[in-house]
Structures are given as structure tokens and as C-alpha cells.
């Protein structure tokens, strides 16, 4: 029997650790990037904060934007709720209240990597020594999926995990493509021209997704090839296609998912029609953004609220086809 509280924390968990990865590889890139561009580009330390959405909240902490603000706002900053170690004590602790369905090895791996956090706090001010940790935060949350993934039960539990991870993993995904905007218009500066085959290079090194762009797409690296792979490819894992359709998989091993797969559905074909060649790009992720948020709400009316518990069921990839 999985209590529909206890789906609620594993769905979270699974939420709060795609983020915490997805943080540490956008302010890993957007140091490394920053520190290569020269200083009149219009991608600067406050573009991290923007992705958030998190301005206003950055502008009633810090009187100024400095490089040292930025990084204490989005990796240690307890009082912002999108910042590094937020979200990672937020996974922690839906893995401290759900050890008696998950993995043991996950409560080891997760409490490491916040030990780790909590003993680096003084050293977010260097860019070398935070570059190593957030390389080290990576590493910590590709070994917890690697446990999870291997050591789970392919039952109710492990398909609230996966729906978190992939919901959260579209949700990302489009924040860090909306830095893309800027790179888009006819209108963009000089300065943006001049290196925009460098940008586009970032875009997809936030998205580990370099090695694969080359693969199938193939040399050069330019912006339109970069979106379609990046929104509309349906193989690469941190696609925001191959998301959406993994949202529909694990919705479809749940009790009565019809309401949010018609949802799923509605939103993969609303960002397959969307135009994103120009200056309307940036509303568009804006939308998508919008769209998953109603996406939760369904999925957490429908199996979160009220308290009920869900059987063992055989999978539906057994008994029907799946979306």
C-alpha cells in the first residue's frame, strides 16, 4: 500500500533533486562562461537570477549585483528558496521522512552531499574552490538517481520519483533555455553576434547535452540545430520532448491518470506548435513553465489530496499500451 502522503514526499524528492542538479550545472556554466565573455555582454551574473524568476526577491536582500551577492544568493542563501541549498535540504528531507520505501544507500548519498554543502558555505566566494563543489553536488545526484534507478522496485513508488524528476527536469530545462532570447532577435547587439557560437555552446554544456548535439546533429553548432535538439528531440534525455514524453509513461502506471495525461498531452503538442525562431521565444517557455505548474496541481488533486492509499497494481504496460 503506498499512502498518498508518502507518494507526495517520494514525488518531491524526486522534484527537489533534479533541481539541486540542474542549479549546480547552470551556475557552473554561467561561471565559466562569465568569466571568458568581456564585460559589456548582456549575459552577466544577474542573468542567473532572472532564469529563477527571482528578482524581486534578490532585490529585497542585496543593495547591489556582484558577483559574491549572486553566488550567495542562488547557492547558499537559506532565506531563497530556489537556491542550491535549499532545494538540497528540501530533498533531504523527503528522503529522511520516506526511508522505508527508498533505498537505504539513497539516505547515505543525499546526507554526504549536504554535510558537503554545509562545510562549504565559507568558500562560495572562490571560483575555484565552488566550481569543485558544485562539480562534487553533480556527481552526488547522479549517484542517488544511479541508486535509485538500480535498486527500486518498478512499482508506485519509483514512478512518483520518476514523474517528479521528469515534471521538475522540463521545468529546468525551459528556464535554461529561456537565456536563449537573447540570442534569438535580429535586433541583438553586436557583442552577442560576435560570440554567439560560444553561448549556444554553453546552452547546451547546462544541458550536458555538447556530446550528443554533435553526434546527431553535427558540426556547426548553431542556434536554430540547437533548439531543435534541445526542445523537439525525442531521444535525448534532458530534451524538453523526451520530458514531457516520460511524463506521459509514468502517469500512465498510475491509478486513473486520464485527466493529467490528456494535460501531458495538450502541453507536448502546444510546445511542438509554438514558433521559436524569434523575439516570442522567451513568452513561450514563459507558457510552458505555466503549463507544468497546472500539470502539478492535476497530478497533486489527483493522488496527493485527499489521503487515500493506493493497492499494488500490475503495471499498464501489461494490460494496455502505453502513451
Known amino acids: 500500500m503506498l499512502l498518498s502522503r ?3 514526499r517520494v514525488y518531491w524528492m524526486g522534484r527537489y533533486l533534479e533541481r539541486t542538479e540542474n542549479i549546480a550545472r547552470l551556475i557552473s556554466v554561467h561561471t565559466s562562461l ?3 565573455m568581456p564585460d559589456e555582454m548582456e549575459f552577466n551574473w544577474f542573468t542567473s537570477v532572472k532564469i529563477f524568476n527571482a528578482e524581486a526577491l534578490y532585490e529585497e536582500q542585496y543593495d547591489e549585483v556582484t558577483e559574491n551577492n549572486v ?3 542562488l547557492v547558499t542563501d537559506k532565506e531563497n528558496p530556489g537556491s542550491l541549498i535549499s532545494s538540497l ?7 529522511r521522512t520516506s526511508l522505508d520505501v527508498l533505498p537505504e544507500e539513497t539516505w547515505e548519498q543525499v546526507n554526504q552531499v549536504y554535510m558537503l554543502m554545509k562545510q562549504s558555505v565559507a568558500t562560495v566566494e572562490s571560483r575555484r ?5 558544485l562539480r562534487k553536488v553533480i556527481m552526488h545526484c547522479q549517484c542517488i538517481r544511479g541508486v535509485l534507478d538500480s ?3 518498478r512499482d508506485n513508488t519509483f514512478h512518483f520519483a520518476q514523474l517528479g524528476k ?3 527536469r522540463a521545468d529546468m530545462t525551459s528556464r535554461i533555455l529561456e537565456s536563449a532570447s537573447l540570442l534569438l532577435p535580429e535586433t541583438r547587439s553586436q557583442s552577442i553576434r560576435k560570440y554567439e557560437g560560444i553561448l549556444w555552446m554553453a546552452l547546451l554544456q547546462a544541458l550536458s547535452a555538447h556530446q550528443m548535439y554533435l553526434k546527431h546533429m553535427r558540426p556547426p553548432v548553431k542556434g536554430q540545430k540547437v533548439l531543435d535538439f534541445l526542445i523537439r528531440d525525442p531521444l535525448f534525455p534532458r530534451s524538453l520532448t523526451y520530458s514531457l514524453d516520460a511524463v506521459g509513461i509514468y502517469l500512465s502506471e498510475l491509478p486513473n491518470p486520464d485527466k493529467a495525461i490528456t494535460l501531458q498531452q495538450q502541453i507536448t ?3 511542438h506548435e509554438a514558433d521559436v525562431l524569434d523575439s516570442n521565444f522567451h513568452p513561450v517557455m514563459d507558457d510552458l513553465q505555466e503549463q507544468l505548474g497546472t500539470l502539478h496541481a492535476e497530478i497533486a488533486d489527483g493522488w496527493f489530496h485527499p489521503d487515500f492509499s493506493m493497492p499494488p497494481m500490475q503495471s499498464q504496460s501489461q494490460s494496455q499500451s502505453q502513451v
Not at 89 to 95: G, H, M
Open 151 to 153: 535498486h527500486m522496485s
Open 166 to 168: 521528469h515534471v521538475e
Open 71 to 73: 553566488m550567495r544568493f
Open 269 to 271: 503538442e502546444n510546445l
Open 129 to 133: 574552490l565552488r566550481q569543485a563543489l
Open 89 to 95: 535540504v528540501s530533498a533531504r528531507e523527503n528522503v
Open 6 to 8: 508518502v507518494a507526495e
Open 34 to 36: 562569465l568569466m571568458d
